[in-house]
């Protein structure tokens, strides 16, 4: 059940959230009124705090903590006399410390989570997808595109010649080489398109819903801007680039990878540097 609604407010709004948290903050603080009994509410307070937290930003969930500080003082002072008049305040500060801590705590944890999540699916060097969180990737686009009748598109590009910058300039720049292709090819393709570095100088590049003529012209632009790039950095390397264009419906991500990469292979005995497509439309 407490996975159910955690994946319910993933899927929300911030603003959402916050309005949620604000209404549950005022409802602890309402019935924290009416009690006029000797009996305190404090750890229901960090539910909002704890939502805020955790879904939108410290920021906000330090203001619901003193929101909710605020709140809990008038409903002290209104149900208990102190014979000592700075008590309350104190206690005030007391707890409003305490929705701090528990406030850092949540927000450090949420980062730390974030982080640890997104170094999973992320190829440390360049910054795009690795290879085992863009198999997932795929074989979801693959399963949406037989439900809806969409082609898809998989190109697989490996750098030719790139050992000779590594041999000739060092790793270090052949990382940066690695690095600036990788953001070239999240520069040219659509905000939908996917690539992942799947190992090595080879990544693969994924174009849902794009027929062969459109990619063909996709594709035939991104290699003459990486060939571009190459020589205005004097970096001696090409691309080869096999893509398949595919609308099976019983396609898997494995077979299509291996399609992709067998025609990428082909280009490289063929000459290398080069764009080779082919297209599969039945179905």
């Known amino acids: 059940m407490l996975s159910g609604i955690i994946r319910l407010l993933e899927q929300r709004s911030r603003l959402f959230v916050f309005s949620f948290s604000l209404g549950l903050c005022l409802l602890i603080g309402g019935v924290d009124y009416l009690i006029k009994e000797d009996l305190t509410l404090s750890i229901f307070y960090l539910a909002p705090i704890a939502l805020a937290a955790w879904f939108i930003d410290r920021r906000t969930a330090l203001v619901l903590s003193v929101l909710c500080t605020v709140i809990w003082f008038q409903a002290e002072v209104a149900a208990k006399k102190y014979d000592y008049?700075?008590?309350?305040?104190?206690?005030?500060?007391?707890?409003?410390?305490?929705f701090v801590i528990v406030t850092c705590l949540l927000a450090t944890q949420k980062q730390a989570y974030e982080n640890e999540k997104r170094w999973a699916r992320t190829d440390g060097l360049t910054n795009v997808f690795n290879q085992r969180y863009f198999l997932e990737i795929l074989q979801t686009e693959l399963d949406r595109a037989c439900r809806y009748h969409y082609p898809v598109t998989l190109a697989y590009l490996d750098l030719d010649n790139f050992k000779?910058?590594?041999?000739?300039?060092?790793?270090?720049?052949?990382?940066?080489?690695?690095?600036a292709i990788a953001q070239q090819i999240k520069a040219s393709l659509r905000t939908s398109d996917v690539i992942a570095r799947m190992g090595g100088d080879e990544f693969a590049l994924l174009l849902p819903q794009i027929e062969y003529a459109q990619a063909q012209i996709a594709l035939s632009r991104l290699h003459q801007e990486l060939k571009e790039l190459s020589q205005q950095?004097?970096?001696?390397?090409?691309?080869?680039?096999?893509?398949?264009?595919?609308?099976?419906?019983?396609?898997?991500?494995e077979r299509l990878i291996q399609r992709a990469d067998r025609l990428m292979y082909a280009v490289k005995q063929s000459g290398k540097n080069k764009l080779q497509c082919e297209e599969d439309s039945q179905v």
Do not use: C, M
């Open 233 to 253: 950095r004097s970096w001696s390397v090409g691309f080869s680039i096999g893509a398949v264009t595919t609308a099976k419906l019983s396609e898997s991500a």
């Open 85 to 98: 008049g700075l008590l309350p305040y104190w206690n005030a500060a007391t707890r409003l410390g305490f």
């Open 164 to 179: 000779q910058v590594n041999d000739r300039l060092g790793h270090s720049e052949g990382d940066r080489v690695l690095q």
